[in-house]
């Protein structure tokens, strides 16, 4: 879930920067949210926080070894497979056409754009962490191996 974590962080600065810019102002992923739930704007970034921590963090996780490529490419995949979901299931759902087309072809393209991002971050935070405990795993081994044979 720290890969999650750190890709929504990452995806969350970029959704800040795009509103601070003025940028495709249509696009209010927490806006839709906080509407579809019927909440307010807190509670919106609430649930973004623990779709892309848990739910995107153990997808991963369960996902990583069987998507194609490496880390990376993987979380990338994951990321376009949750680009879909919004795209057919949530923009609907928020009383948008299917893909966003209603607020203009930028919108498919500029989420899908996002959802690599973070499919990217997810996937090269996931493949750095999982490399680090398998690299501890690896360094235990060794260790009880010389162990083993020192006091033979």
Known sequence: MIA???ATLELSAI???KGWT???PQLDVIGMLSGMLDVGRAA????????????YGIAYALLE???PGGPTVSGMVLG???WLVMMIALMPMAGLESFG??????????TLILHLIFGAVLGWVGGALTAGIEEVHSDRLRLVQHN???HR
Do not use: E, K
């Not at 609430?46 to 921590?53: K, L, M, Q």
């Not at 087309?101 to 500029?110: R, W, Y």
């Open 4 to 6: 999650g974590f750190v």
């Open 15 to 17: 959704m800040l920067m």
């Open 22 to 24: 003025g940028m495709m």
């Open 44 to 55: 919106g970034w609430i649930v973004h926080f623990i779709v892309g921590t848990v739910f």
């Open 65 to 67: 070894r069987a998507l």
């Open 80 to 82: 376009i497979i949750g």
């Open 101 to 110: 087309m209603d607020l203009g072809i930028g919108v498919p393209i500029m």
């Open 148 to 150: 083993a044979r020192v």
